[in-house]
């Protein structure tokens, strides 16, 4: 049976809500190849003392300590949020064959950059559970003003 994109967003949910309850960026990212979920991550910036511990980031090098390899062009990347300049870097770098992502980052995603900072052949799909995501981003802001 295929789990499809709303399954597999709703497993980077997941994680983003860890990293919400660790009081990092909510920000999570599951790595998925044959219906299976090989690697995950969220924000741990704050935990790492890493400013490049990105959920996408740990996720991708889970993902690629499973395959002993560098290359996931079999792979999907699921992300709560579109990933920044240095995540989507790291995405091409990977070569995964798709992207998708919940809510859109306009201040600092990588579709503000043209041409795309992605690999040629990694199909983008955007807009999954972007309500849920967006809201998670949102409540944490907001709760770190009160």
Request: glycine share 6%; charged share 25%.
């Amino acid at each position: 049976m295929e789990l499809g994109d709303d399954y597999f967003m709703k497993q980077a949910i997941k994680q983003a809500l860890i990293a919400f309850e660790e009081d990092e960026v909510p920000i999570g990212a599951v790595v998925v190849v044959n219906n299976q979920i090989i690697g995950k991550g969220y924000n741990q910036t704050k935990r790492l003392n890493d400013g490049t511990a990105h959920a996408e980031m740990l996720a991708l090098t889970s993902a690629f300590n499973h395959f002993q390899s560098t290359i996931l062009e079999e792979c999907s990347l699921y992300v709560t949020v579109e990933p920044c300049a240095m995540c989507a870097g790291a995405i091409k770098w990977a070569r995964l064959k798709k992207l998708v992502f919940g809510a859109s980052e306009p201040k600092s995603g990588f579709t503000q950059y043209e041409p795309t900072l992605l690999h040629k052949k990694t199909e983008v799909v955007n807009g999954i559970h972007e309500a849920e995501c967006k809201k998670l981003m949102q409540d944490f802001f907001i709760s770190k003003r009160d």
